[in-house]
Nanobody, 118 residues
Framework: EVQLVESGGGLVQPGGSLRLSCAAS????????MSWVRQAAGKGLEWVSF????????SYRDSVRGRFTISRDNAKKTLYLQMSSLNTEDTARYYC???????????WGQGTQVTVSS
Protein backbone atom coordinates (compact mmCIF):
# COMPACT_ATOMS: atom_id res chain seq x y z
CA GLU A 1 0.00 0.00 0.00
CA VAL A 2 1.37 3.37 -1.02
CA GLN A 3 1.58 5.87 1.82
CA LEU A 4 2.69 9.50 1.75
CA VAL A 5 2.76 11.24 5.12
CA GLU A 6 3.48 14.95 5.27
CA SER A 7 4.71 16.84 8.31
CA GLY A 8 6.31 20.14 9.22
CA GLY A 9 3.48 22.57 8.62
CA GLY A 10 2.43 25.22 11.10
CA LEU A 11 1.95 28.89 11.79
CA VAL A 12 4.78 31.19 10.75
CA GLN A 13 5.16 34.94 10.49
CA PRO A 14 5.70 36.63 7.13
CA GLY A 15 9.34 36.35 6.16
CA GLY A 16 9.76 33.15 8.12
CA SER A 17 10.77 29.66 7.06
CA LEU A 18 9.45 26.13 7.32
CA ARG A 19 10.60 22.75 6.09
CA LEU A 20 8.00 20.25 5.02
CA SER A 21 8.73 16.53 4.93
CA CYS A 22 6.94 13.68 3.20
CA ALA A 23 7.69 10.14 4.30
CA ALA A 24 6.99 7.63 1.54
CA SER A 25 6.39 3.91 1.65
CA UNK A 26 4.87 1.16 -0.46
CA UNK A 27 6.69 1.94 -3.71
CA UNK A 28 10.21 2.39 -5.08
CA UNK A 29 10.68 5.98 -3.97
CA UNK A 30 14.04 6.55 -5.65
CA UNK A 31 12.76 6.01 -9.17
CA UNK A 32 9.59 8.04 -8.90
CA UNK A 33 8.94 11.64 -9.84
CA MET A 34 7.59 13.57 -6.86
CA SER A 35 5.78 16.85 -6.50
CA TRP A 36 4.46 19.30 -3.97
CA VAL A 37 0.99 20.69 -4.61
CA ARG A 38 -0.93 23.18 -2.48
CA GLN A 39 -4.48 24.29 -2.05
CA ALA A 40 -5.52 27.52 -0.40
CA ALA A 41 -8.92 27.74 1.24
CA GLY A 42 -11.63 28.13 -1.37
CA LYS A 43 -9.23 27.72 -4.28
CA GLY A 44 -8.12 24.96 -6.60
CA LEU A 45 -5.02 22.81 -6.48
CA GLU A 46 -1.83 24.58 -7.43
CA TRP A 47 1.37 22.84 -8.44
CA VAL A 48 4.35 24.13 -6.42
CA SER A 49 7.43 22.09 -7.27
CA PHE A 50 8.70 18.93 -8.93
CA UNK A 51 11.74 16.69 -8.65
CA UNK A 52 12.62 14.10 -11.25
CA UNK A 53 13.10 10.54 -10.03
CA UNK A 54 15.91 9.72 -12.47
CA UNK A 55 17.88 12.93 -12.82
CA UNK A 56 17.02 14.88 -9.69
CA UNK A 57 16.15 17.84 -11.89
CA UNK A 58 13.80 20.30 -10.22
CA SER A 59 11.24 22.86 -11.30
CA TYR A 60 9.14 25.47 -9.50
CA ARG A 61 6.18 27.66 -10.14
CA ASP A 62 7.22 31.24 -10.71
CA SER A 63 5.82 32.59 -7.44
CA VAL A 64 8.02 30.32 -5.29
CA ARG A 65 11.17 30.06 -7.39
CA GLY A 66 14.14 31.35 -5.42
CA ARG A 67 12.29 30.97 -2.10
CA PHE A 68 11.43 27.26 -2.04
CA THR A 69 13.76 24.31 -2.51
CA ILE A 70 12.59 20.77 -3.20
CA SER A 71 14.88 17.87 -2.36
CA ARG A 72 14.77 14.19 -1.66
CA ASP A 73 16.65 11.66 0.45
CA ASN A 74 16.22 8.35 -1.32
CA ALA A 75 17.84 6.40 1.50
CA LYS A 76 15.25 7.78 3.92
CA LYS A 77 12.46 7.66 1.32
CA THR A 78 11.63 11.23 2.20
CA LEU A 79 10.73 14.27 0.12
CA TYR A 80 11.35 17.78 1.45
CA LEU A 81 10.25 21.30 0.71
CA GLN A 82 12.35 24.03 2.30
CA MET A 83 10.34 27.25 2.28
CA SER A 84 11.78 30.64 3.09
CA SER A 85 10.67 34.28 2.81
CA LEU A 86 7.12 33.07 3.29
CA ASN A 87 4.28 35.46 2.63
CA THR A 88 0.55 35.34 3.24
CA GLU A 89 -0.07 34.10 -0.29
CA ASP A 90 1.78 30.90 0.63
CA THR A 91 -0.92 30.01 3.15
CA ALA A 92 -2.39 26.69 2.01
CA ARG A 93 -2.56 23.01 2.68
CA TYR A 94 0.52 21.41 1.13
CA TYR A 95 0.33 17.94 -0.36
CA CYS A 96 3.04 15.54 -1.36
CA UNK A 97 2.19 13.66 -4.54
CA UNK A 98 3.75 10.86 -6.54
CA UNK A 99 3.93 11.97 -10.14
CA UNK A 100 3.92 15.24 -12.00
CA UNK A 101 1.49 17.86 -13.25
CA UNK A 102 2.04 16.72 -16.85
CA UNK A 103 1.89 12.94 -16.41
CA UNK A 104 -0.62 12.92 -13.59
CA UNK A 105 -0.52 12.22 -9.89
CA UNK A 106 -0.83 8.60 -8.79
CA UNK A 107 -0.92 9.03 -5.04
CA TRP A 108 -1.42 11.82 -2.51
CA GLY A 109 -0.67 12.40 1.12
CA GLN A 110 -3.15 13.84 3.58
CA GLY A 111 -1.50 17.25 3.49
CA THR A 112 -0.01 19.58 6.07
CA GLN A 113 -1.32 23.08 6.78
CA VAL A 114 0.95 26.08 6.37
CA THR A 115 -0.39 29.38 7.68
CA VAL A 116 1.59 32.58 7.19
CA SER A 117 0.26 35.31 9.42
CA SER A 118 1.45 38.02 11.76
Amino acid sequence: EVQLVESGGGLVQPGGSLRLSCAASGFIFSSNDMSWVRQAAGKGLEWVSFIDGDTGDTSYRDSVRGRFTISRDNAKKTLYLQMSSLNTEDTARYYCARGSSWSGYNDWGQGTQVTVSS
